[in-house]
């Protein structure tokens, strides 16, 4: 005990230096917003590339996993395709309405892949880092979807990181409806299963079943519709009684996403600056 006050006693102005030092750090980064943000930026770069390693260590180890599902989903798509195919010809009588089709609906649509290099699932706001930033022409407002479903809206981007809310988070506020029943309302998450979330606001008169899928309804100048969401496994009445709350089984396993996809679709983004010009030109009047 003796030695251990020798030391403090002999080194005593150096621990007040450091004690110092943190505090005019602390300061500093507290109270002036240029050096605060210059701070947070550096600090996510570095915990982004902490977070990247750990990813890259734990997605080696789930490969053989991926391509399992991976290999599924291709069946599983394939099968869609041909089903649709079948249909259209069906129902049209001629198979270029097909391809001009799916031109149509492709137009204007850019994927661009990323991996998941940090996650949380059990915090009541989770955010999730992505391995593409501005560079890669990632930008806030994006949608981003996995193989399975929706995933989450991007909302910081840096250089070649960006931040995503997923939809397990209290500010993720999705708009969704009953596929081929129409009737929408907006995707919430109660912070609790990472499996389970909410669509809230569907009309009373709405007619729909158990099992019913969940799609994107393509209002929020995000998502375009159609992206699946999940599937309705339960259905409340709202606290008024004025309209349904449906509880939904997410198809995304938020646990184990590991690549995503970022929708960047040009139209898209000139509804979402046009609807930003409106508020703007009504807050100033």
Not at 186 to 198: F, H
Not at 200 to 209: I, L
Not at 259 to 273: G, Q, S, W, Y
Request: glycine share 6%.
């Amino acid at each position: 005990m003796r030695n251990l006050l020798d030391f403090i006693n002999a080194h005593f102005h150096w621990f007040v230096f450091l004690l110092l030092e943190v505090m005019g750090l602390t300061l500093l980064f507290r109270h002036n917003s240029l050096q605060s943000a210059a701070f947070m930026s550096t600090a996510n770069t570095v915990a982004a590339k902490v977070y990247e390693a750990e990813s890259a260590v734990k997605h080696y180890f789930h490969l053989a996993h991926l391509n399992e599902e991976l290999t599924m989903r291709n069946a599983y798509l394939e099968h869609e395709v041909q089903t649709l195919s079948e249909k259209l010809d069906e129902q049209k009588g001629d198979s270029t309405y097909r391809a001009l089709s799916a031109s149509s609906v492709l137009q204007g649509y850019r994927l661009t892949p990323a991996k998941v290099v940090q996650n949380s699932i059990h915090e009541r706001d989770n955010y999730m880092t992505i391995d593409k930033g501005t560079a890669d022409g990632v930008h806030p407002d994006m949608g981003v979807i996995s193989g399975k479903g929706v995933v989450g809206i991007v909302y910081l981007s840096a250089d070649h990181y960006s931040v995503v809310i997923p939809v397990l988070s209290s500010k993720s506020s999705i708009s969704c409806m009953i596929q081929r029943r129409g009737y929408f309302g907006y995707l919430r998450w109660d912070g609790k299963a990472s499996n389970i979330a909410y669509v809230d606001d569907v009309p009373r008169h709405a007619r729909f079943a158990i099992g019913d899928r969940i799609v994107t309804s393509g209002y929020s100048s995000v998502f375009p519709p159609g992206i699946a969401v999940g599937k309705i496994i339960h259905v409340f009445n709202s606290a008024d009684g004025l309209s349904y709350s449906v509880q939904v089984q997410l198809y995304t396993d938020f646990g184990n996403v590991r690549d995503v996809l970022v929708i960047d679709d040009a139209l898209m983004r000139e509804r979402l600056r046009i609807l930003r010009a409106a508020q703007d030109s009504i807050k100033k009047e």
